[in-house]
């Protein structure tokens, strides 16, 4: 490793916080189940305030048209930048959201319509449009941006915009109304059980607090993904599932073709929406008060062994949390009732346990907002909720977390599960820096399974997941130092049939289209369903779909433990994954690792020492960054790393994997070693920090997940393929 300028540093200042270990249910993230790049727009002025383009300082003395409107999902969608474009392309006007959601624009007098509405914020847009330029209201909804979608003529809700510059007529009253009738006709089951058949989907005036038209957006998931000719679109009613595995009532087509209704009727989904179904004020106010926990020092808040002063961690469990703040967020007013994953509230020497953050000094001042209800369990009264956090250094993540509506104040409730399993969809940018012809993208679901340990000896002998895609289970079984189970290719046990991967991909394409094949002929050492899923195919998976996950014991005297998730997300297809914006190494850090690498295909590390530690410094030259991110990608929030431990007897040795977190304003980082029990030999004996003589490196990871919990990985591979 040693001069390749993956350089080699003795030290890392890192941010202390940890995400939450306590959330569950396989679910996750966005806001009203919205996922869409946002445009390019103008910084935010100040709260309470428009700019309107074109105007200056001059008073004509004309009244001028005003534009008010509701940004919602159901909750406010508060912070966020509506940006107002006319018919000749020209921005009239930039205001940020309300507290409430609700945005006013006075117009120029110079605007001309129609008008396209966006509303961004961080990785959300929502759009609406309007035919006309006088005053009125026009909200910006989940269900206004099918309709933008359904008027664009390439599907992408953000096209529009520029697209009536020459073609005007793709937004007139009747084009809008048109869209509406179809959009409310497929919706009339639901509208019907709400008591919402009138619902005005633009422009009727209505409060994000859970009443009225709003209880329709509360009940509803939708995602709208464009793939570079038209746009997927799903609906997803929330309902309250009769078991774990029930699937959900939702609809899925395509710009381009009709919107289908929704398979029920109005009675079966009055006897199936929760009644008790927390409204816009119990989410935020759950969310509130886990600020307000976590604001207490650390000291306060618990009175577990360890603790010095504020800024030192500390260990304990669930009895060990002394504030009342705290106390109150769990069912019963007592985290002991919290079991989530395998873990109980508290935390121990290697930082494990639901809730650790509470304990740890780097964890005070996190913030929790723009929660969203994702889904009912099975469960009466729990709710899977979204949520993102931002600690005091600006890292921000997006997870989800289980509550328990309770006389209508939301507490905290695990998920009860005694193995903590990750399912997420996942979007890959896989960069073979010394193969550049083979470079792909690729598209599936990361099922990350825990590789539990007793003694240093694996606890499962395999773990069967049931798809929602596969009659046959995918099988998982330990592999080496990994951290987590990796897929057999063919459902039995050997190195030689596993993978050293979590992830089942379900279609790759190479970048460059002059390179011709099926990625999975060149990728065997990754999973890829056969046969590939077709774009038609991916697009047809729900995004609630619903996983099994069956795990087998060592000790047989342990009877096999099912555990069920439902995502939240469907895989994205890949013309979708195209249209991402994704991190990037920089230019100086690829040649620098084409030249450390391209000879071996792998950074191999020599000897370890204090003064030339081996570690992994992930910097260019001069400890400069090594990624850089595109306006509209997601920051990466963790640097990862593979490779293989010393080989023996010239048998290459153990694959393992190594990460840590990095705040989302990182552009560089550095990973230590980190053993997987005593039988883990990548580590070096003497320093276990740092890597063994022999130890090789040969891909990284760039991994973030949006707020609608879609991993989104950039992965630079070193090793060539012929």
């Known amino acids: 490793m040693k001069h390749t300028h993956l350089t080699l540093k003795s030290g890392l200042a890192t941010a202390l916080l940890a995400s939450l270990a306590a959330c569950g249910g396989g679910g996750g993230g966005g806001s009203g189940g919205f996922f869409l790049p946002p445009a390019t727009g103008s910084t935010a002025p100040a709260a309470g305030t428009d700019t309107t383009a074109g105007s200056g300082n001059t008073d004509t003395g004309a009244t001028l048209a005003k534009l008010d409107g509701v940004v919602a999902t159901g909750a406010a969608f508060a912070g966020a930048t509506v940006t107002v474009t006319d018919q000749t392309g020209a921005t009239v006007c930039t205001t940020p959201t309300n507290a409430d ?65 020459t073609q005007p007529d793709l937004v007139t009253a009747t084009t809008i109304q048109t ?33 009225g038209a709003d209880k329709v957006l509360d009940s509803i998931s939708v995602s709208v993904l464009p793939n570079g000719t038209s746009a997927n679109i799903e609906v997803t009613v929330k309902t309250v599932p009769t078991a774990d595995g029930a699937p959900p009532v939702s609809i899925v087509f395509n710009t381009s073709a009709p919107t289908p209704p929704l398979p029920t009727t109005a009675a079966d989904l009055t006897a199936s929406l929760a009644t008790d179904f927390p409204t816009p004020t119990a989410v935020a106010a759950l969310f509130q008060r886990l600020t307000a926990c976590y604001a207490l020092p650390l000291t306060t808040r618990v009175n577990g062994s360890g603790v010095i002063d504020d800024n030192t961690n500390a260990t304990g469990t669930a009895s060990n949390i002394a504030a009342p703040a705290c106390k109150t967020l769990f069912v019963n007013d007592d985290p002991a009732t919290f079991f989530s994953n395998g873990f109980p509230v508290g935390r121990d020497n290697n930082n494990n346990g639901s809730f650790a953050g509470i304990f740890r000094s780097g964890a005070t001042g996190v913030v929790f907002d723009r929660g969203n209800v994702e889904y009912a369990r099975s469960s009466a009264g729990e709710y899977v909720l979204s949520y993102r956090s931002t600690d005091r250094f600006g890292g921000i993540d997006n997870d989800t977390i289980i509550a328990r509506n309770v006389d209508g104040v939301l507490k905290l409730t695990g998920n009860n599960y005694a193995y903590r399993v990750t399912l997420r969809p996942y979007s890959e940018d896989r960069e073979r820096i010394n193969s550049p012809a083979f470079s792909s993208f690729n598209t599936g679901y990361n099922i990350s399974i825990d590789n539990k340990l007793l003694n240093s000896n694996p606890v ?66 990754i999973y890829y369903v056969q046969p590939e899923y077709t774009e038609a195919q ?145 580590c070096d004996p003497a320093v276990p920090s740092q890597y063994a003589n022999g130890t090789s490196v040969d891909l990284f990871d760039l991994w973030a997940r949006s707020s609608r919990q879609v991993e989104i990985s950039k992965k630079v591979v070193t090793r060539a393929l012929p």
């Open 538 to 682: 991916i697009s047809e998976i729900p995004n609630q779909s619903v996983w099994s996950v069956k795990f087998f014991h060592v000790n047989t005297a342990i009877q096999p433990i099912v555990q069920t998730y439902r995502t939240i997300s469907r895989a994205q297809t890949l013309n979708e994954i195209r249209q991402l914006k994704i991190a990037q190494l920089t230019d100086a850090q690829r040649a620098e690792m084409v030249a450390g690498s391209s000879a071996t295909g792998r950074f191999t590390f020599g000897q370890a020492s204090q003064a030339d530690p081996n570690l992994i410094d992930f910097s260019s030259e001069g400890n400069l960054d090594a990624w850089t991110v595109p306006l509209g990608a997601l920051a990466p929030t963790s640097l990862s790393a593979q490779g293989s431990a010393p080989p023996i007897s010239n048998v290459a040795g153990a694959r393992f994997n190594d990460g840590t977190s990095v705040l989302s304003t990182a552009r560089k980082g550095i990973i230590y070693c980190a053993r997987q029990g005593q039988n883990d030999l990548h």
């Open 101 to 165: 959601g609700t945005f006013s624009c006075t117009l120029p007098a110079t605007t001309k319509a129609p008008l396209v509405i966006r509303a961004t914020r961080d990785d959300q847009s929502l759009y609406s449009t309007t035919a006309s330029a006088a005053s009125g209201i026009t909200n910006v909804t989940p269900l206004t941006t099918i309709v933008v979608a359904q008027l664009s003529p390439d599907g992408n809700p953000a096209s529009l915009a520029g697209a009536i510059q």
């Open 179 to 211: 869209q509406v009738t179809e959009l409310v006709a497929a919706l009339k089951p639901l509208l019907d059980a709400l008591g919402q058949g009138a619902l005005d989907v633009m422009s009727g005036a209505f409060t994000a607090d859970g009443t």
């Open 460 to 525: 499962f002998s395999k773990v069967e997941v049931t798809t929602p895609f596969d009659a046959l289970p995918l099988t998982y079984y330990p592999d080496g130092n990994l951290s987590f189970l990796s897929i057999s290719r063919n459902g039995l046990p050997g190195a030689a049939n596993l993978q050293s991967t979590s992830i089942v991909r379900l279609a790759g394409a190479f970048q460059n289209p002059a390179t011709q094949g099926p990625v999975s002929a060149k990728e065997t050492g």
